[in-house]
C-alpha cells in the first residue's frame, strides 16, 4: 500500500502533526515522518502540551533542573 500522506502531499496539500510530543522526537518518529510521511508542518496547544507535560516522564529531568535553580511552577511552564 502506498502511503497516504505522501499521497495527499504529491496532489498539493501540506500534512501537519498537531500533536508534537517529545517521545515523538527524542525516538526518531517525527524525524521518520518527514521524511516518508511529507509531514511539513507541526502544531500543539496548550492542552496536549499540559497532558504531554504530566502523563508521561519526558519531561521529568528538564522539570528538576528548573526546580533545582528556584523555578516555580509557572517558570517551569514557559
Not at 510530543?21 to 511529507?38: K, S
Not at 496548550?46 to 528538576?64: E, H, L, N, V
Amino acid at each position: 500500500m502506498r502511503n497516504r500522506l505522501a499521497q495527499v502531499y504529491r496532489l498539493g496539500q501540506s500534512p501537519w502533526c498537531d500533536n508534537v510530543a517529545r517521545e515523538l522526537i527524542q525516538a526518531g518518529t517525527f524525524q521518520h515522518m518527514i521524511a516518508q510521511d511529507a509531514l511539513v508542518g507541526a502544531t500543539s496547544n496548550p492542552s496536549i502540551f499540559q497532558k504531554a507535560m504530566t502523563a508521561g516522564s519526558a519531561y521529568d529531568d528538564q522539570f528538576r533542573a528548573g526546580a533545582a535553580q528556584g523555578l516555580d511552577a509557572q517558570s517551569l511552564y514557559r
